[in-house]
């Protein structure tokens, strides 16, 4: 399928040198269009906002049903989202320890860009969100649940943004991979981005030592770099600290580094408790019969 040039406001900055020089005050992109989501349809609903700005329409049932595994699933990951975005010729790249700066800079570029936050202040939900556009200190969002105008400051864009360790989604169309190269510098490269995470993640667990999140943002970073047992002593202090529940349904990672450590225990006892709350989920399906397998159960 087709896919048509962007469509943004009048943006005038010249590129040097991989960054943006004299970038504008304001932008708002525009052919963002926006969906209120059925139950658990953020996901969705973030994919027909994606590809109607770059030029392609499903529907919220169409993409719900492409990315569900089944009616009623509870989560659909960013690497799901992103396989789906690809069945239409686009391409994604998922990256961690975004920030504002970040943000202005890949919307300046034409660029919308899909955060996975915290629903609101004191929630436990995840949810994505697309960024569209900014203003002095502030952001402009297509948000599923809260509405196609959702204006955040700076500061409660970050909050929000800490409960999934600053994730960020990025899709675009081939032609445009030079200015997603440019706007992410050294953050292209998946090593380096997740050096830039660890780097970012032991600043975080510096300022706030009894943020849970802080140290699963860490943990995350180590484990994909390598570092298998100071990971799962991480997740450890994350879970300590305390991690809700669902907590698990989004991301288990702790899993992962727990499996590889042999620390299969930990996982059963997480998983055998998650899936008392959520008993469809078939990420914590799969940690839980590893670690069964494991201990011979």
């Keep these: 399928m087709s896919i048509r040039p962007l469509l943004t406001c009048s943006l005038a900055f010249a590129v040097l040198g991989g960054a943006a020089s004299g970038a504008p005050a304001s932008v708002t992109l525009k052919n963002i269009r926006h969906e209120y989501q059925g139950p658990d349809n953020c996901a969705p609903v973030t994919s027909l906002t994606l590809l109607g700005y770059y030029g392609t329409r499903v529907t919220q049932a169409q993409a719900a049903n492409a990315m569900k595994d089944f009616p009623g699933d509870p989560q659909v990951t960013s690497l799901e989202l992103a396989a789906y975005l690809g069945r239409f010729g686009l391409r994604s790249v998922i990256r961690y320890a975004g920030d504002a700066e970040l943000l202005r800079e890949l919307v300046s570029r034409g660029l ?41 400051s700076t500061a409660e864009m970050q909050d929000l943004w800490n409960y999934y360790n600053g994730e960020y989604l990025v899709a675009y169309p081939p ?81 992962e580094a727990w499996t590889q450590a042999g620390e299969h225990e930990k996982t059963l006892a997480l998983t055998q408790r998650a899936l008392k709350a959520y008993p469809s989920s078939k990420e914590l399906q799969r940690f839980r019969n590893l670690a069964n397998d494991a201990l011979g159960g």
């Design 112 to 152: 919308p860009v899909v955060v996975q936050q915290r629903l609101k202040a004191g929630s436990n939900v995840a949810h994505f969100r697309t960024v569209y556009g900014y203003s002095a200190g502030r952001f402009l969002v297509s948000d599923p649940l809260r509405g196609p105008s959702l204006s955040l």
């Design 175 to 255: 032609s445009k991979e030079g200015l997603v190269r440019e706007a992410l510098g050294e953050d292209f490269d998946l090593t380096a981005n997740w050096q830039h995470a660890k780097l970012h993640g032991e600043q975080d667990v510096k300022a706030r030592p009894n943020d849970p999140y802080a140290w699963w943002g860490l943990a995350k970073a180590n484990l994909r770099l390598g570092n298998v047992k100071v990971a799962a002593g991480q997740f450890d202090r994350a879970v300590q600290i305390g991690v809700p529940t669902l907590y698990y349904l989004y991301r288990q990672e702790a899993f």
